[in-house]
């Protein structure tokens, strides 16, 4: 069995995908357009939207595609645990960068940086970096 996250959103995956690409070492591995679905029946400013995006990052799939009504997610985060104090500062900066941080990054009792917040393409993320007791 195996666990894998599915992302939607509205109109912005494949921005969102290459920028998880360069700022956190992210890869794009499959990415097919609505165009590109036989007869498809969507409005023609949606045929160069993504259908459907595969990429690796930090040891998993990430899955995502453009869908018209797609909400932010609100009740579940991606988890991101960084080897340095260093990098967990430079990934909070980037994804907090027009986006909304619920708690800043900080030195926690379990955690020597954590950080919560939303990126700017309506992604919830948690930060670690230096977990302790575990």
């Not at 097919?32 to 023609?44: F, T, V, Y």
């Not at 009740?75 to 909070?92: G, I, K, P």
Request: with cysteine; hydrophobic share 40%; charged share 25%.
């Amino acid at each position: 069995m195996k666990l894998d996250v599915y992302l939607n959103f509205r109109g912005t995956c494949e921005e969102a995908f290459r920028f998880y690409e360069q700022e956190l070492g992210g890869r794009v591995v499959h990415l097919q357009r609505h165009g590109e679905m036989p007869n498809p029946s969507i409005p023609a400013d949606w045929k160069d939207k993504v259908l459907h995006a595969q990429m690796e990052l930090g040891g998993m799939v990430v899955m995502g595609a453009d869908i018209p009504n797609a909400e932010p997610m609100r009740s579940a985060y991606l988890s991101l645990t960084l080897d340095t104090a260093e990098e967990a500062e430079r990934v909070y900066g980037a994804l907090q960068a027009d986006g909304e941080v619920f708690m800043r990054m900080e030195q926690t009792f379990f955690a020597n940086r954590f950080a919560m917040l939303r990126d700017r393409f309506g992604i919830s993320w948690q930060l670690l970096q230096g977990v302790t007791g575990g």
